[in-house]
């Protein structure tokens, strides 16, 4: 059996051979917060031998919320690389720093929360498997127009995705210029029509910022998470969605999990990739179809939950049909 340093040493090896694809002609650049800064050490030493230039290390300040912009002095100190790394404990994924980066043709591997337990388990994966899982969501989103969402534990969800165009088909491998996304990867995602949106979610499985979560209902309406409680209580996201502003509300994202090694462990990161999950998050959607720009975008996921498009059943109580 393969030692624990051994797991997390493939694990941060085939980050940059096989997901990102370095070449040794390539700068590489990590941004890290304080609370990761020994996790980006050892990615600095998985990656130091697949460059020929030295690693460049970028320390931030924590960010409060996922979604919040990271100093502006990153984004120009990050352009003078050919690929980039974000662990952090917020995600810089749906930021303008991001979106400016890839822009420019900018490889990044996002990994907001990023554990080693996390790394071990979910990125030697069969990449493959992903990617032909990943199309077949993404192909039936495409087409799609309505989408409806139940659960057993409540969750009775209706939007709109039309004309609507679904990400993650790059299903982990981000070796062309301007490709980016979240590792572990495992979704198949989409952007739903803004005011579109009706109905109840009963969160069953994690809210990013709060952990594992237990008979949180948002009620939504008008595309908008109207009201977050937990029994008849206000939850803190809903305290959090009133300091951000109104347009932290929007529902923003309509996603299914596809990881089959993934498991809920409370970090959304990995949570949202769980196999049979699907997830709605709130904030911003403007880097992915959306045109909602706020600085916060938190995701919710939910368990077993079953999919109608266009009136059909493609997922029953989370097993694909």
Known sequence: MASSSSKLERALSTIFKVNLGVKKDEKIAIVFDPKKKRLAEKFYRAGSPFSSFPISLIEIPEMRV??????????????????????????????????????????????????????????????????????????????????????????????????????????????????????????????????????????????????????????????????????????????????????????????IGLNRKAKITGLVLEDEKVYGTCHVAVGNNIGFGGSVDVPLHIDSVIRKPSLFLDGKCVMEKGKLL
């Not at 979106?99 to 069969?126: F, N, Q, V, Y």
């Not at 301007?178 to 979610?201: R, S």
Request: proline residues 3%; glycine residues 10%.
């Open 66 to 255: 996922n979604g919040q912009e990271p100093p502006s002095s990153v984004v120009k100190t990050l352009l003078s690389h050919d690929v980039a790394l974000f662990v952090t404990e917020k995600s810089l994924s749906h930021t303008k720093a991001r979106r400016d980066c890839t822009a420019k043709g900018m490889r990044i591997a996002s990994m907001p929360g990023i554990t080693e337990a996390m790394l071990k388990r979910c990125i030697e994966i069969d990449y493959s498997r992903l990617k032909k899982d990943t199309l077949r969501v993404a192909k039936l989103l495409d087409k799609a127009k309505e989408v409806k969402i139940a659960t057993d534990a409540g969750t009775s969800l209706a939007l709109s995705i039309a004309g609507r165009k679904a990400h993650g088909k790059k299903a982990g491998i981000y070796t062309r210029k301007g490709y980016w996304g979240n590792l572990p990867e495992g979704e198949a995602f989409i952007a739903p029509v803004e005011g579109t949106a009706e109905g109840k979610l009963v969160i069953d499985g994690s809210i990013a910022n709060f952990g594992k979560a237990r008979n949180v209902v948002m009620m939504i309406k008008n595309g908008e998470a109207v009201q977050v409680k937990v029994g008849n209580k206000k939850h803190p996201l809903d305290n959090l969605l009133e300091s951000v502003g109104r347009k932290a509300r929007n529902i923003a994202e309509l996603g």
